[in-house]
């Protein structure tokens, strides 16, 4: 079956630009297809659309209903059975069991309370509540942002096994690894094409660097094109004004009807040429739409007197008198960049919260350097709200390096003006890199700092950890990210028992 877009026009109201004029593709339901672009580029909006969330220009034509993931859980202490069940109510029981075979759930999940499980169970059971559900069109927006590195990779063989979907992330690995076609929001248009993401960047990569050298030939061809056509012009001017401006002793060897042709042929020599330049003019114009403007990332570093910054031996992570994990030892030395990895579940992010001074759960031998100022990326964005210009005094921040990081990060200028709490969550999470990319500091934690971040921004940060090689300690379950820019093995934190409800 087909999904078709026709001439789909959209643009929020109170919005300067439009997020879709004239969008037209056609899609095939039985695609495993993945829908990448930029943040802000209107994935997110796309699938409100498919929705019937918001009026729109055009037409969308889907002969099945479309279903959004994750779902809304109204009521997080209610069974994760009836959680499920409400997920999917025309699912018999022995359907979300055999999707949670497959996710490798234990059927106990079913009896406990959804809020009790963690973020990655919770994210597979309502996986299992979508896929158990049929004659539907499953709309699958970032699924990994609250999944370790295994499950990422779980999810993904899971994926790979469904007949269709339309899935948004930016985790290049977990795509790779589960889609077949991409549809891609690119900056001027839009693409479908067969392969998985490094087929899709491979021939945006191509299709650049061809426009980029054909813009390079083009820009010397326009140069040259009017320099021959001036020089033309200026010497059948000069010709035709010498037939008339000769001694009279020199007038009848004067063949002022052969000096007319040459000047008319020579004007009409340049005037071709001019021709010539309009149409590369007319090419070049419609070169490099696609390719994106990706600035330059800063960062300032401190140098702390100490080798070792942090140092944890013998720890433990507890809450209410629960024992989530124990045995935790691990040092970050000056220039380490290093993850925190494990479950989902298992504590890590409150390990960096208790070295930020921001908790007290970690037990043990927990020693940080005296003086060592530490900037810190949150899990969570929920500290993003007010206006732009109450964050930045709120946070004491550079304005003029604050907003020039995120522009360089792609971040458009009218959302400056709009409300924090009303943009997406790869803006809010540009917002929390950028403020600590604008803190100078000895050591950087940053808590998956990636989520919902687009794939070009990755690339920036990876290239500004490279260039700058700052100390960090993070979780983030990118992998491709993490090989890049890791200094070491990651620190495995073991999951020691669950908190009771």
Not at 100 to 117: A, G, I, Q, S
């Amino acid at each position: 079956m087909q999904l078709s877009i026709r001439n789909v026009s959209f643009q929020y109201e109170g919005s300067y630009e439009p997020v879709f004029e004239q969008l037209n593709v056609n899609l095939d339901t039985r695609w495993r297809l993945g829908l990448v672009g930029r943040n802000g580029r209107g994935k997110t909006t796309l699938l409100s659309l498919l929705l019937g969330r918001y009026p729109f220009q055009g037409a969308i034509d889907l002969p099945m209903e479309a279903v959004y993931f994750p779902f809304q859980v109204e009521d997080e202490t209610e069974l994760a059975l009836f959680v499920m069940q409400r997920c999917a109510p025309a699912a018999e029981d022995w359907q979300l069991l055999r999707e949670m075979n497959k996710l490798k759930l234990p059927e106990d999940v079913l009896y406990r309370p959804f809020d009790t499980l963690s973020k990655g169970e919770q994210t597979k059971a309502l996986l299992c509540a979508l896929f158990a559900r049929e004659d539907v069109y499953p709309l699958i927006d970032e699924p990994t942002n609250h999944l370790d590195a295994h499950g990422r990779e779980l999810v993904a063989d899971y994926l790979r096994q469904k007949d269709g979907f339309l899935l948004v992330s930016h985790d290049r690995a977990f795509l790779n690894r589960c889609i077949d076609h991409v549809f891609s929001l690119n900056k001027s248009d839009a693409w479908v094409m067969q392969g998985n993401y490094d087929t899709w960047q491979k021939r945006l990569d191509d299709h650049n660097a061809y426009e980029l050298e054909r813009n390079a030939i083009l820009k010397k061809d326009i140069s040259r094109l009017e320099e021959s056509a001036r020089r033309t012009a200026q010497w059948s001017e000069r010709v035709e004004k010498g037939k008339f401006h000769v001694a009279p002793s020199e007038v009848a060897a004067v063949d002022r009807g052969y000096v007319g042709a040459r000047a008319a042929g020579m004007m009409k020599r340049s005037q071709n040429t001019l021709k010539r330049r309009e149409r590369a003019i007319e090419e070049k114009s419609a070169l490099l739409h696609n390719v994106e403007q990706v600035g330059e990332l800063k960062l300032t570093t401190l140098a702390h007197p100490k080798k070792t910054l942090v140092s944890v031996q013998d720890a433990s992570v507890c809450y209410d008198g629960q024992t989530v994990c124990e045995g935790i030892s691990f040092e970050v030395l000056q220039g380490d960049r290093v993850a925190l990895s494990g479950p989902n579940g298992c504590g890590k992010s409150s390990i960096l919260k208790c070295l930020c001074g921001l908790s007290d759960c970690l037990q043990g031998q927990v020693r940080v350097a005296s003086g060592l100022t530490i900037s810190y990326v949150p899990q969570d964005s929920a500290s993003v709200m007010g206006s732009m210009r109450e964050y930045i005094e709120r946070n004491a921040l550079d304005e003029t390096l604050f907003k020039s990081i995120l522009r360089n990060m792609d971040f458009g200028r009218e959302a400056f003006d709009r409300p924090l709490e009303t943009l997406s969550q790869g803006q809010k999470k540009k917002i929390l890199l950028c403020k600590s990319l604008c803190t100078p500091a000895h050591l950087y934690i940053w808590d998956e700092p990636l989520n919902y971040i687009d794939v070009l921004s990755r690339v920036q940060v990876e290239n500004l950890i490279l260039q700058y090689a700052p100390t960090i300690l993070l979780v983030e379950h990118d992998r491709m990210f993490l090989e890049k820019v890791a200094t070491r093995d990651a620190v495995h934190i073991h999951r020691q028992a669950a908190i009771s409800p």
